[in-house]
């Protein structure tokens, strides 16, 4: 057990650039959530994953954001035509279905947009 | 919609002594409930959870918290800080799947 990986740790990119982030869930993991936490707040849920299904989007998900999970495993989150409101804190996190759900989080991207 | 209330937005306390981080939530069902840990530049690590059953429940780190279902709080406590402590705290409710959390607690270890 490896734990969630997350790529890559910091991203600074110039406003109106396209952003791509990684996350890599724990191996028998199969829901994958993002979550996003600006400075001094805590993580706002973006959406989640059951396997390669996207089954829930938060407001908060404008259609800027996408998110995918080919195949189930692994997710990316793509930011198009960033805004300095986008800089955070960007979380990964993964649980076994069955489990409690309980989420075990990775050690984030954070991106700054100039 | 459940909500998650940490009055506390930072606790100093002395090395060796006490702590107590309080967490109120709000939700018209049965929840899960979660203390998360956080340290600098660091991703969210779980300190503990309560599911059902006993209502104290014990985490890593020798840190515990009890669930009370009559004032819908779900403190997190310490006999004896140390420096290694020093981070934020964060409560969460879980109603499905989604976690929603509070805004925080910044616990400082004063040697």
New interface residues.
């Given amino acids: 057990d490896t734990g ?1 990986s ?1 790529d890559p740790r910091h991203k600074i990119t110039k406003r109106g650039q396209n952003v791509t982030f990684r996350c890599d869930p724990i191996s028998e993991h199969n ?1 994958l ?1 993002w ?1 996003r936490q600006t400075l ?6 973006l959406t ?1 994953f059951q396997n390669e299904a996207q089954l ?1 989007k938060s407001r908060l998900l404008s259609d800027r954001f996408s998110a995918e999970r080919p195949k189930g495993s692994f997710s990316t989150l793509e930011i198009q035509r960033t805004e300095q409101g986008d800089s955070a804190m960007y ?1 990964c ?1 993964s ?1 076994l279905r069955g489990q ?9 991207t ?1 991106l700054t947009v100039l | 919609a459940q909500s998650v209330t940490q009055l506390d937005s930072q606790v100093p306390v002395f090395e060796e002594a006490p702590v107590e981080l309080r967490c109120n939530y709000s939700s018209s069902v049965s929840v899960y409930l979660f203390w998360y840990v956080q340290y600098p530049n660091q991703g969210l690590q779980l300190l503990l959870k309560y599911l059902s059953g006993s209502t104290l429940v014990k985490g890593i780190n020798g840190f515990e918290a009890e669930f009370n279902k009559s004032q819908t709080s779900f403190h997190l406590r310490k006999p004896s800080v140390h420096i290694s402590d020093t981070a934020e705290y964060f409560c969460a409710v879980s109603e499905g799947l989604e976690l929603t959390f509070g805004t925080g607690t910044r616990l400082t270890i004063i040697p």
């Fill in positions: 969630v997350q829901r959530y979550y001094g707040q805590g993580p706002e849920f989640y829930e979380l996190a649980s409690t759900d309980t989420q075990y989080f990775g050690p984030g954070r």
